[in-house]
C-alpha cells in the first residue's frame, strides 16, 4: 500500500508561481512512478508530468513543458511540482499518484494510489 499527501495549492495571479509537494509513505520500489495529474470541472482528470522513483527521466505533458517541473527528494520520500508561468487554464485539483507498473507513467488508469487532491485556482 501507498499513501499520499499532497500539499502547496492556493490561488495565485496568472505568471505566478506555485510549487505543489506530495509526501509518500508505504512502499516505493526503484521502478515505481510517481505523477501529477490535474481534473478542471467538467474536464477528465488529464496527465501533467511523472518520474521513475529511481533514475533522473521525467515527463512532461506538451501543455506544462518549460513551465512545470517534477522532481523528487528520496531523502524524505517527497515528490513536487514547480509550476511557474501559470495560466488561466493551469486552474484544476491537482492529484499526485503512485504506480508499481512498469510502462504506461502517462496513463491515469496504470496509477492504483491516490492523494486527496490539492486546488490550484488561476486569476487574472
Known amino acids: 500500500q501507498v499513501q499520499l499527501a499532497e500539499s502547496g495549492g492556493g490561488s495565485v495571479q496568472a505568471g505566478g508561481s506555485l510549487k505543489l509537494s506530495c509526501a509518500i509513505s508505504?512502499?516505493?520500489?526503484?521502478?515505481?512512478?510517481l505523477g501529477w495529474f490535474r481534473q478542471a470541472p467538467g474536464k477528465q482528470r488529464e496527465f501533467v508530468a511523472a518520474l521513475r522513483w529511481s533514475g533522473g527521466n521525467t515527463r512532461h505533458a506538451d501543455s506544462v513543458k518549460g513551465r512545470f517541473t517534477i522532481s523528487k527528494d528520496n531523502a524524505t520520500n517527497t515528490i513536487y511540482l514547480n509550476m511557474n508561468s501559470l495560466k488561466l487554464e493551469d486552474t484544476a485539483i491537482y492529484y499526485c499518484?503512485?504506480?508499481?507498473?512498469?510502462?504506461?507513467?502517462?496513463?491515469?488508469?496504470?496509477?492504483?494510489?491516490w492523494g486527496q487532491g490539492t486546488q490550484v485556482t488561476v486569476s487574472s
Open positions: 508505504g512502499r516505493i520500489f526503484s521502478g515505481s512512478a
Open positions: 499518484a503512485a504506480s508499481h507498473a512498469l510502462s504506461g507513467a502517462t496513463m491515469a488508469s496504470q496509477y492504483p494510489y
